[in-house]
């Protein structure tokens, strides 16, 4: 069966502590694999999308790498605007994302 | 208009009672979704539509479940008959290709 897996479930940074996200998937046939940020009380905000192993997506602070098996979502410096879910997807076949159950960050000033 | 639209933001039902719930997608957006989240989990899938077309509806969790895009822009997602169980924020997306945009949800809460 299909499976993405987050971890960890929470991460605490102290502004300018970078870290890293962790998100890991068993799936035949991936076509996409995507992150996404949720603020609470709010839909899931799309960041990026990344199609092949090797493959690097950066968007201010953060940076979203995969292999063949994982993909690492690492935050450079981050500030407390950055705090959010962070949600991993991957896409199977044309149309339907299977989700993770997320890594909700907290950045304390 | 500018993003996902959803509508009502929140709804209580009583058990037992019908709820529709309104999607309006990207303009030109031809792809439609519906996911569920439960608290603390990361979004389900629930069904699919391109254009006016529903393709997917594996992930129904019942046949109280019912969604439905008549002209292919607007869709609704109907429940019969509501459940606690059925309690949770549901999401709609719309894509052009892959990558899908999200509305702000509907926060269902059946008593």
């Known amino acids: 069966e299909d499976q993405v897996t987050q971890s960890p479930e929470a991460l605490r940074l102290q502004e300018g502590e970078s870290s890293s ?73 044309d149309y339907k994302l299977s989700f993770g159950a997320g890594t909700t960050v907290t950045v304390r000033a | 208009g500018a993003g996902v639209s959803q509508s009502p933001r929140y709804k209580v039902a009583k058990r037992g009672q019908d709820v529709a719930l309104r999607c309006d997608p990207i303009s030109g957006h031809v792809s439609l979704f519906w996911y569920q989240q439960a608290l603390g989990q990361g979004p389900e899938f629930l069904t699919y539509f391109q ?34 169980e059925d309690s949770a924020v549901y999401l709609c997306a719309s894509s052009r290709r892959t990558e899908a945009f999200f509305g702000q949800g509907t926060r269902l809460t059946v008593v």
């Open chain 1, 21 to 93: 996200l962790n998100c890991s998937y068993t799936v035949s046939g991936l076509r996409g694999l995507f992150w996404y940020r949720q603020d609470p009380g709010k839909g899931p905000e799309f960041l990026f999308t990344l199609y092949s192993a090797g493959e690097e997506k950066e968007k201010e602070r953060l940076k979203a790498t995969l292999t063949k098996k994982e993909s690492f979502l690492h935050i450079t410096a981050p500030k407390p605007e950055d705090s959010a879910t962070y949600l991993c997807a991957v896409l199977k076949n």
């Open chain 2, 51 to 84: 254009n006016e077309a529903q393709l997917d509806k594996s992930g129904l969790p019942s046949d109280r479940f019912f969604a439905e895009r008549p002209e292919g822009s607007v869709s609704t997602l109907k429940i019969q008959r509501t459940q606690q």
